[in-house]
């Protein structure tokens, strides 16, 4: 697959990406995102009636577009052909498979184990709090 890896110009009135995500556990939610996968919590706001929301550092976000062939490319690879969700939240972290591990132990649902892409990662597939679809990758090339 070609790469185009041409340089951002930061012309973009965009400056932050952020999935807003309806946690109605959000204690797990939380407790998952924030202490399993280890993202930084960067704000924490409460309102009337028990109205919580904690914002958590990503890091570096984009947005990935692809097309109904190459979604079913990566379920090929990826998780053994099980079709994506229409929203798939990917996580690039240092070591797929022990993130994998702590995910899982946490209550995170196994979809398809670490596999090593033909585009250089490995990908892992899981079911997560908050009714996510995540992909844990790591850039082995």
């Known amino acids: 697959m070609e790469n185009n890896n041409t340089p951002p110009q930061n012309t973009s009135p965009v400056r932050q990406l952020r999935l807003v995500v309806h946690a109605e556990d959000f204690e797990s939610a939380l407790t998952f995102y924030r202490d399993v996968l280890r993202l930084p919590e960067e704000a924490a706001y409460e309102g009337d009636g028990d109205a919580r929301v904690g914002i958590l550092d990503a ?79 790591q850039d082995v090339a």
């Open 59 to 137: 890091g570096r976000a984009t947005l990935e577009l692809a097309n109904t062939e190459q979604v079913r490319m990566i379920d090929s690879v990826e998780a053994q052909g099980q079709p994506s969700a229409r929203l798939r939240v990917a996580f690039e972290v240092d070591d797929a498979a022990i993130h994998t591990q702590q995910a899982t132990a946490a209550g995170a649902q196994l979809t398809a184990e670490p596999t090593l892409t033909p585009w250089g990662s490995l990908n892992s597939r899981l079911e997560a709090p908050a009714g996510l679809q995540i992909t844990l990758f």
